[in-house]
């Protein structure tokens, strides 16, 4: 998502992305949120050390909290170096929060992150508001992501 040309322009470099996450998840709305780090985590995240998988965001009291992120450290791990795993909490506007963390506790929505990447210098997150698919929902995405390649096969050979 980097190498397109409006990214480019505003300063986007990816560090890491959830790539399951749209396949196990129906995406129903995006936000991007800054993250509360730690210097070497920022640094260990310019290194490109970090990985979404399993990663989520719950909301507790008025803020939202990033769980099972890692963001490895800088060089090699000192003694006091911080958790890898921590949670970390996401910067957001109260009303951003108010209304995600609603739709969390009464609809049973979840708050995945899709993308972890640096913006004019700020680390940021994308988070996505997502229902979990059944497995009729991910069967019939195999489906359609397979007619869509046969559809460009098809015209890529006249």
Same mark, same amino acid.
């Given at each position: 998502?980097?190498?397109?040309?409006?990214?480019?322009?505003?300063?986007? !470099?990816?560090?890491?992305?959830?790539?399951?996450?749209?396949?196990?998840?129906?995406?129903?709305?995006?936000?991007?949120?800054?993250? %509360?780090?730690? *210097?070497?985590?920022?640094?260990?995240?310019?290194?490109? +050390?970090?990985?979404?998988?399993? +990663?989520?965001?719950?909301? !507790?009291?008025? %803020?939202?909290?990033?769980?099972?992120?890692?963001? *490895?450290?800088?060089?090699?791990?000192?003694?006091f170096s911080p958790d890898p795993t921590r949670s970390r909490r996401l910067l957001l506007h109260r009303?951003?929060?108010d209304r995600w963390s609603a739709k969390v506790r009464e609809r049973g929505y979840s708050i995945i992150?899709?993308?972890?990447?640096?913006?004019?210098?700020?680390?940021?997150?994308?988070?996505?508001?997502?229902?979990?698919?059944?497995?009729?929902?991910?069967?019939?995405?195999? !489906?359609?992501?397979?007619?869509?390649? %046969?559809? %460009?096969?098809?015209?890529?050979?006249?």
């Open positions: 998502m980097a190498d397109r040309q409006g990214d480019k322009a505003e300063g986007i !470099r990816v560090v890491a992305q959830h790539k399951r996450a749209r396949f196990d998840y129906t995406v129903e709305e995006t936000l991007e949120a800054g993250l %509360e780090l730690f *210097g070497s985590e920022v640094k260990g995240l310019r290194h490109g +050390s970090a990985n979404l998988t399993d +990663s989520y965001a719950v909301p !507790r009291g008025n %803020e939202l909290y990033l769980l099972n992120a890692r963001i *490895g450290p800088y060089g090699s791990p000192g003694p009303a951003e929060i992150p899709l993308m972890l990447y640096f913006k004019r210098g700020r680390a940021k997150v994308q988070l996505g508001l997502c229902l979990g698919k059944t497995h009729e929902d991910r069967r019939a995405s195999i !489906r359609e992501r397979e007619s869509r390649r %046969e559809i %460009e096969r098809a015209l890529r050979r006249g």
